[in-house]
């Protein structure tokens, strides 16, 4: 669960952390909206442990310091948009943004009663948002979020996962001008050139097909967690899948107009193994079972 001081809520606010909860268990998921929060992960993998507690603010950094590496969170797991209260605008950007208008109030609500609401014992589910452009509460978006895939013209290789999550906290660090790999691509980055053009054309869970175009060599990034069985293709022909950002997706393209596709194929043979194996045991015990009644009517 999520806590107030997460939630951009003051601390008196008992309602929405409580909605806010059941968005993310339920209707998030219901109508596939992705979030950067975590909601259940008994088994949190360590690229995710690693990766999430980078940003996580150190201690002198919640007593009132730079609150900017969750910012950079955001920015780099492509989180464009945050509830909150209305009125916190002003402390989000002082303390997530160093002052910049970078969150901006796009859609104000109210919690309200649903028309079938119990009031006799009210939950959560009893509360509905109520678009309302002076409301309590605010969609903000947040302008310098990374878009969900985008081309680059600049890289750089860090095969020590350490020095890529510390270069990724650097302030000085713009990850919308470089993307940092664990492989060096086949051609080499071309500082002076501009980042071409992506645009996702078919976005499914296990297929996401993106159309790009660049004057030069170039990387894809694509926010969406790395794996490796996740497999990539650019025009028909097999290319390997990168890991970009410490863990997200990456796919060199070369120059010109190009179609990307990625594909979440995992190994069968483990399945197939697994079958096997019980098929093995079913017959072995079919044969024992056909072997005892044997034993037993030939004694009788």
Same mark, same amino acid.
């Given at each position: 669960?999520?806590?107030?001081?997460?939630?951009?809520?003051?601390?008196?606010?008992?309602?929405?952390?409580?909605?806010?909860?059941?968005w993310l @268990?339920?209707?998030?998921? /219901?109508?596939?909206?992705q979030?950067?929060?975590?909601?259940?992960?008994?088994?949190?993998?360590?690229?995710?442990?690693?990766?999430?507690?980078?940003?996580?603010?150190?201690?002198?950094e919640?007593?009132?310091?730079d609150?900017?590496?969750v910012?950079?969170? #955001?920015? =780099?797991?492509s989180?464009? /948009?945050?509830?909150? !209260?209305?009125?916190? @605008?002003?402390?989000?950007n %002082?303390?997530?943004?160093?002052?910049k208008?970078?969150?901006?109030p796009?859609l104000?609500?109210?919690?309200?009663?649903?028309?079938?609401?119990?009031?006799?014992?009210l939950?959560?589910?009893?509360?509905?948002?109520v678009?309302?452009p002076?409301?309590?509460?605010?969609?903000?978006?947040?302008?310098?979020?990374l878009?969900?895939? &985008? =081309?680059?013209?600049? #890289?750089?290789?860090?095969?020590?996962?350490?020095a890529?999550?510390?270069?990724?906290r650097?302030?000085?660090?713009?990850?919308?001008?470089i993307?940092?790999l664990d492989?060096?691509?086949?051609?080499p980055?071309?500082?002076?050139?501009t980042?071409?053009i992506?645009?996702?054309? &078919?976005?499914?869970?296990?297929?996401?097909?993106i159309?790009?175009?660049?004057?030069?060599?170039?990387?894809? =990034?694509?926010?969406d967690r790395?794996h490796?069985d996740?497999?990539?293709?650019?025009? %028909?022909?097999?290319?390997?899948?990168l890991? !970009?950002?410490?863990?997200?997706?990456?796919?060199?393209v070369?120059?010109? !107009?190009?179609?990307?596709?990625?594909?979440?194929?995992?190994?069968?043979?483990?399945?197939?193994?697994?079958?096997?194996?019980?098929?093995?045991a079913?017959?072995?015990?079919?044969?024992?079972?056909?072997?005892?009644?044997?034993? &037993?009517?030939?004694?009788?």
């Amino acid at each position: 669960p999520q806590d107030r001081e997460q939630l951009l809520l003051p601390p008196t606010d008992g309602i929405m952390p409580a909605v806010h909860n059941l968005w993310l @268990e339920h209707h998030f998921q /219901y109508y596939g909206v992705q979030t950067a929060d975590i909601i259940q992960a008994p088994r949190i993998q360590a690229l995710d442990d690693a990766f999430m507690n980078h940003f996580r603010p150190r201690d002198t950094e919640a007593r009132g310091g730079d609150l900017s590496c969750v910012a950079r969170l #955001w920015q =780099l797991t492509s989180t464009r /948009y945050l509830v909150g !209260a209305r009125n916190f @605008e002003g402390q989000v950007n %002082g303390a997530f943004a160093r002052g910049k208008p970078e969150f901006v109030p796009r859609l104000g609500f109210d919690l309200g009663l649903r028309a079938d609401a119990n009031t006799n014992h009210l939950a959560p589910d009893d509360f509905e948002a109520v678009a309302n452009p002076s409301g309590r509460y605010a969609v903000f978006e947040y302008m310098a979020a990374l878009p969900r895939a &985008s =081309l680059f013209a600049r #890289w750089e290789t860090t095969t020590h996962d350490a020095a890529t999550l510390a270069r990724l906290r650097d302030p000085a660090f713009d990850p919308s001008a470089i993307v940092l790999l664990d492989a060096g691509p086949p051609a080499p980055s071309t500082p002076t050139a501009t980042n071409g053009i992506a645009m996702i054309q &078919s976005y499914e869970s296990r297929r996401v097909v993106i159309a790009t175009r660049s004057e030069t060599p170039a990387v894809l =990034l694509l926010n969406d967690r790395w794996h490796p069985d996740w497999h990539a293709t650019v025009d %028909g022909k097999d290319a390997p899948v990168l890991r !970009a950002n410490h863990i997200m997706r990456a796919v060199a393209v070369p120059a010109g !107009a190009h179609t990307v596709e990625f594909r979440f194929a995992p190994d069968a043979r483990p399945l197939w193994a697994s079958l096997s194996a019980v098929g093995a045991a079913v017959l072995l015990v079919g044969y024992l079972a056909a072997n005892a009644r044997r034993n &037993s009517t030939a004694t009788s």
